[in-house]
Antibody
């Protein structure tokens, strides 16, 4: 069974750096073709792709947020970490991590439950 | 900047058929973009319905189908049920590790 779970602070102050961890099970991020990405959703709004890391440590970012994002993985701990700098109230959203499989063109096939992050002073 | 377009809302009668679409602000959606579709109910994480244009995700009923219609990706629900009332999102793979989600369609079954 594949599971993903996001964890991190529920409240951050403006200008602070957000660090979120995605802990997963049921698959390995060292398997060829597997990747884990981050997607967010502001309250009442649409989904937005943020970043993705591949099994070979290739990293991809949304162009509009690239300067603020860093994605890393710890294969031995089955974790992917996303950091976002200079947080602003408009970054208030539920943040999801999700697994993709390149060979199947299966984008974000398995999702975590999401974690709501509020940015407020 | 690429914008992925979806109908903001749609309604369907129980037992009816509805087709939601996913287009590009400029250009044509083809199978090379590998569009996917997700269903989301309030307070829940998205659930993958369709990937790679028309492949059904595990456990998804066959009344959900994906295709390319004209210059857009399409999600067709045949025999709509009350619990199909949800938000539906598509995502388009633009290449070079960039995915763009549509704005979502709120489907009402009444």
């Amino acid at each position: 069974q594949i599971t993903l779970k996001e964890s991190g602070p529920t409240l951050v102050k403006p200008t602070q750096t957000l660090t979120l961890t995605c802990t997963f099970s049921g698959f390995s991020l060292s398997t060829s073709g597997v990747s884990v990405g981050w997607i967010r959703q502001p309250p009442g709004k649409a989904l937005e792709y943020l970043a993705l890391i591949y099994w070979d440590d290739d990293k991809r970012y949304s162009p509009s947020l690239k300067s603020r994002l860093t994605i890393t993985k710890d294969t031995s701990r089955n974790q992917v970490v996303l950091t976002m700098t200079n947080m602003d109230p408009v970054d208030t959203a539920t943040y999801y991590c999700a697994r993709s499989i390149l060979g199947m063109r299966l984008w974000f096939g398995n999702w975590g439950q999401g974690t709501l992050v509020t940015v407020s002073s | 900047q690429t914008v992925v377009t979806q109908e903001p809302s749609f309604s369907v009668s129980p037992g009816g058929t509805v087709t939601l679409t996913c287009g590009l602000s400029s250009g044509t959606v083809s199978t090379s973009y590998s569009p996917s579709w997700y269903q989301q109910t309030p307070g829940q994480a998205p659930r993958t319905l369709i990937y790679n244009t028309n492949a059904r995700s595990s456990g998804v009923p066959d009344r959900f189908s994906g295709s390319i219609l004209g210059n857009k990706a399409a999600l067709t629900i045949t025999g709509a049920q009350a619990d199909d009332e949800s938000d539906y999102y598509c995502v388009i793979y633009m290449g070079s590790g960039l995915w763009v989600f549509g704005g979502g369609t709120k489907l009402t079954v009444l």
